[in-house]
Nanobody, 126 residues
Framework: QLHLVESGGGLVQPGGSLRLSCAAS????????IGWFRQAPGKEREGVSCISRSGGSTDYSDSVKGRFTISRDNAKNTVYLQMNSLKPEDTAVYYCATSSSYYYCSKYHLPSFSSWGQGTQVTVSS
């Protein structure tokens, strides 16, 4: 069965950092562009970041640009999201998903994504 598993979430104080991981099970990630999304209670799922298959191209939403960094280690079949200077408004469940198109990945076009993980909760609070 093909699926992604997110991990690394937790409770952190404002200004703190977390690193999320997105690991693949049953397939290799190097054939896919990967997007990170988040969804806060009562809000729509929001695109956060996207990385191309090779890792050579990345994109960030305006709300996280300069604070979050996406990277991938294809040898470990894992994509990471380093989150720094966290704010209370970053609180959400974070998901990763695969895309066959970097264009649509970078536009966070939801229908183009598949193989979603179950999500990991990030809570930023003092």
């Amino acid at each position: 069965q093909l699926h992604l598993v997110e991990s690394g979430g937790g409770l952190v104080q404002p200004g703190g950092s977390l690193r999320l991981s997105c690991a693949a099970s049953g397939f290799t990630l190097d054939s896919s562009h990967i997007g990170w999304f988040r969804q806060a209670p009562g809000k729509e799922r929001e695109g956060v970041s996207c990385i191309s298959r090779s890792g050579g191209s990345t994109d960030y939403s305006d709300s996280v640009k300069g604070r979050f960094t996406i990277s991938r280690d294809n040898a470990k079949n894992t994509v990471y999201l380093q989150m720094n200077s966290l704010k209370p408004e970053d609180t959400a469940v974070y998901y990763c998903a695969t895309s066959s198109s970097y264009y649509y990945c970078s536009k966070y076009h939801l229908p183009s994504f598949s193989s979603w993980g179950q999500g990991t909760q990030v809570t930023v609070s003092s």
